[in-house]
């Protein structure tokens, strides 16, 4: 088990980003939040400004529009009267006060990625020794 933790934390970073961009890119596609959102993801620099773009071009392709945006709002429904009081800040209001599971989500996806590379680095290797003809 311990050669093929690498691949455990690459599966999971696969997922996570999957569900980043579900996520992400359904809020990019809200007809309220998403406007919103995405002005100040453009504004500022932040792994939202890179989960939006990518999440509303792979929830499109995909065509989960619907389910996406509706997920997304299900997850925001807590935030969007702050957000909607004051657009200008709505990345520090987004990113202060995510919900859990979208915390875990948000920041677990670079370091997952980090983690993969860190263990496929340090993964054991077979050793290959030179036979004689």
Same mark, same amino acid.
């Given at each position: 088990?311990?050669?093929?933790?690498?691949?455990?934390?690459?599966?999971?970073?696969?997922?996570?980003?999957?569900?980043?961009?579900?996520l992400w890119g359904g809020l990019a596609r809200s007809p309220i939040l998403g406007p919103i959102v995405?002005?100040?993801?453009?504004? #500022?620099?932040?792994?939202?400004?890179?989960?939006?773009?990518?999440?509303?071009?792979?929830? #499109?392709?995909?065509?989960?529009?619907?389910?996406?945006?509706?997920?997304?709002?299900?997850?925001?429904?807590?935030? #969007?009267?702050?957000?909607l009081a004051n657009p200008a800040a709505a990345m520090d209001t987004l990113t202060s006060n995510l919900?859990?599971?979208?915390?875990?989500?948000?920041?677990?996806?670079?370091?997952?990625?980090?983690?993969?590379?860190?263990?496929?680095?340090?993964?054991?290797?077979?050793?290959?020794?030179?036979?004689?003809?």
């Amino acid at each position: 088990m311990k050669g093929k933790a690498h691949l455990i934390a690459g599966l999971l970073f696969v997922l996570t980003l999957l569900y980043d961009l579900y996520l992400w890119g359904g809020l990019a596609r809200s007809p309220i939040l998403g406007p919103i959102v995405t002005q100040g993801a453009q504004r #500022e620099v932040s792994l939202a400004g890179v989960y939006l773009p990518l999440g509303r071009t792979a929830v #499109e392709a995909a065509g989960l529009v619907t389910g996406a945006t509706q997920f997304a709002q299900a997850r925001f429904a807590s935030l #969007e009267p702050a957000l909607l009081a004051n657009p200008a800040a709505a990345m520090d209001t987004l990113t202060s006060n995510l919900p859990f599971g979208v915390r875990m989500g948000y920041y677990g996806a670079p370091c997952l990625l980090l983690l993969f590379v860190i263990l496929l680095w340090r993964r054991p290797r077979s050793l290959h020794v030179m036979q004689r003809r």
